[in-house]
């Protein structure tokens, strides 16, 4: 495998980490996972072509249009397309019917939808609809339920590398007012979280990055 590349780009104006992660590909590409595209698809084509990257997965954590805004764009500007992948339970968020789902979501959050109004590209389907355990190129899919019903992580456990969305943050956890959110179901994910090697890095969906160890105080606030 090539030297282990992870960057971000923070997007969006509610400030979304979109990550950009080396992996395995064809022979003599240099290939990547792009997770959570969540707005400005110009500036992420851009960051993948300073790194002579091309993606092979478009992976999502969850569907709220703070992490998926860029998709459209972000899908066409590849041939072959990036596979498209999100958890079961989120698939409402994607596909012809998405746009209602995305205003309620978001009128919720900020009492109206005018953000999704203005940024609004026709949402495509995923490719492959994930559940828990599943393998996509070198992650583990881990469901983590209570952010949204379909809220998942990708953990890399060759590299000690996690990708929480929005279910772990630093020294904070993801929100559960909005649809599909769960008090006691993002309980539960955080202790599994927490539960994990102490040494696991940790690259969420906003804010820094963290490791496992570093949160452990989080259960005390369970």
Not at 104 to 119: E, I, K, Q, T
């Amino acid at each position: 495998m090539q030297e282990q590349l992870i960057r971000h780009i923070t997007v969006g104006n509610i400030a979304t980490n979109c990550w950009i992660y080396g992996i395995e590909g064809p022979a003599g590409a240099n290939a990547c996972a792009v997770i959570d595209p969540g707005a400005e698809a110009d500036r992420i084509i851009e960051s993948l072509k300073r790194l002579n990257m091309h993606p092979l997965y478009i992976l999502l954590t969850h569907g709220h249009f703070d992490h998926i805004a860029a998709l459209p764009a972000l899908a066409a500007a590849y041939t072959p397309r990036p596979l498209i992948a999100v958890h079961r339970l989120d698939a409402e968020y994607f596909g012809p019917a998405s746009l209602e789902v995305h205003r309620r979501s978001f009128a919720a959050a900020a009492g109206n939808s005018s953000y999704v109004d203005a940024l609004w590209e026709d949402m495509p389907s995923p490719d492959r609809l994930l559940e828990e355990g599943d393998k996509i190129g070198p992650f583990t899919v881990l469901h983590l339920p209570g952010h949204t019903r379909g809220s998942a992580a990708f953990y890399d456990k060759a590299e000690g590398v996690l990708f929480s969305g929005d279910t772990l943050f630093r020294g904070d956890y993801g929100r559960t007012d909005l649809p599909g959110g769960n008090d006691g179901q993002i309980r539960e994910s955080l202790k599994r979280l927490l539960a994990m090697e102490s040494a696991v890095k940790v690259y969420p969906g906003h804010g820094p990055v963290t490791a496992i160890g570093e949160e452990t105080g989080l259960l005390e606030a369970l």
